[in-house]
């Protein structure tokens, strides 16, 4: 069993900047593919980063260039780094984990969530 707490969320001013991280505890961390989503009220729940056990990431076109994943095994961490936030990235934001070195497939483990809120 994973289980995984989110933590950094807020509110911001349009362009501004928010860091996410996620605790994960357990000894197979290394091993997992992480991602991040997203969710607003009453819509499907996106995917918006993942970064494999050996470091490959992905990102929805959304915010390519803007949000940045990474993970330190060592503290059993995650992070996504936002940048030139948008009003549009408002919404509740999952660290969410994978028993699988690769992203490719359903996530196992979830987190409770962080907000995000932008203000134009």
């Known amino acids: 069993q994973v289980q995984l707490v989110e933590s950094g969320g807020g509110s911001v001013q349009a362009g501004g900047s928010l860091r996410l991280s996620c605790a994960a505890s357990?000894?197979?961390?290394?091993?997992?593919?992480m991602g991040w989503f997203r969710q607003v009220a009453g819509k499907e729940r996106e995917r918006v980063a993942a970064?494999?056990?050996?470091?490959?990431?992905g990102y929805a076109g959304s915010v390519k260039g803007r949000f940045t994943i990474s993970r330190d095994n060592a503290k059993n961490a995650l992070y996504l780094e936002m940048n030139t936030l948008k009003p549009e990235d408002t919404a509740m934001y999952y660290c969410?984990?994978?028993?699988?070195?690769?992203?490719?497939?359903?996530?196992?483990?979830w987190g409770q969530g962080t907000q995000v809120t932008v203000s134009s």
């Open positions: 969410a984990a994978r028993s699988d070195t690769y992203c490719d497939g359903p996530y196992n483990y």
């Open positions: 357990g000894n197979k961390y290394s091993r997992y593919c």
């Open positions: 970064i494999s056990a050996f470091g490959g990431t």
